[in-house]
T-cell receptor
Framework: DTAVSQTPKYLVTQMGNDKSIKCEQN?????MYWYKQDSKKFLKIMFS???????INETVPNRFSPKSPDKAHLNLHINSLELGDSAVYFC???????????????FGSGTQLSVL | QKEVEQDPGPLSVPEGAIVSLNCTYS??????FMWYRQYSRKGPELLMY????GNKEDGRFTAQVDKSSKYISLFIRDSQPSDSATYLC?????????????FGTGTQLKVEL
């Protein structure tokens, strides 16, 4: 039973297209995240939602729009895709209950996005 | 200068060797220190978690934090080929809703037979 699952695993698309990535967690966590990992393996946070409320929004182009229909789901929609958007996108979740628990992130297996 | 610096490697060691992986950081507000292991084409998984300075041991893995030097380490004893992965250090200074981890760039480790 996968704890954090994201789909699709691979996404190949043309520049200018719009695409979505979906994420679901069955851990009962109340916080979910989107991270971007570039070709040099550098992981950087993009967004975080706590109980469906946006709480972290890093300097990300507004072509990226996260949506959290409930605390178990966090989707990422990307408009007008650009070459520079090619990366691996990871969904993650954690709990805010108890000191120190929010740092323990559980990651999905990633979505490899290739923009041609 | 990045907030967290980590040698990207690759680091290649023979099976059974002791491996030392390190990160330095510049933000003195960091209090929580983690090591994540990432296998190829997989998401990172939490390996070790430490609060503030000190050591923590879990099986073959030992995490050390020296806040005075802003330096953290992960030691792997009796390394195995299954330890071959990228190891990412991560740290944060805030707890509670919406915590933001700052990651190192990862060290690629290969343990050879």
């Amino acid at each position: 039973d996968t704890a954090v699952s994201q789909t699709p695993k691979y996404l190949v698309t043309q520049m200018g297209n719009d695409k979505s990535i979906k994420c679901e967690q069955n851990l009962g966590h109340d916080t979910m995240y989107w991270y971007k990992q570039d070709s040099k393996k550098f992981l950087k946070i993009m967004f975080s939602y706590n109980n469906k409320e946006l709480i972290i929004n890093e300097t990300v182009p507004n072509r990226f729009s996260p949506k959290s229909p409930d605390k178990a789901h966090l989707n990422l929609h990307i408009n007008s895709l650009e070459l520079g958007d090619s990366a691996v996108y990871f969904c993650a979740s954690s709990n805010t209950r108890g000191a120190g628990t929010n740092e323990k992130l559980f990651f999905g297996s990633g979505t490899q996005l290739s923009v041609l | 200068q990045k907030e967290v610096e980590q040698d990207p490697g690759p680091l290649s060691v023979p099976e059974g060797a002791i491996v030392s992986l390190n990160c330095t950081y510049s933000n003195s507000a960091f209090q929580y220190f983690m090591w994540y292991r990432q296998y190829s084409r997989k998401g990172p998984e939490l390996l070790m978690y430490t609060y503030s300075s000190g050591n923590k041991e879990d099986g073959r893995f030992t995490a050390q934090v020296d806040k005075s030097s802003k330096y953290i380490s992960l030691f792997i004893r009796d390394s195995q080929p299954s330890d071959s992965a990228t190891y990412l250090c991560a740290m944060s200074g805030v707890t509670g809703g919406g915590n933001k981890l700052t990651f190192g760039t990862g060290t690629q480790l290969k343990v050879e037979l």
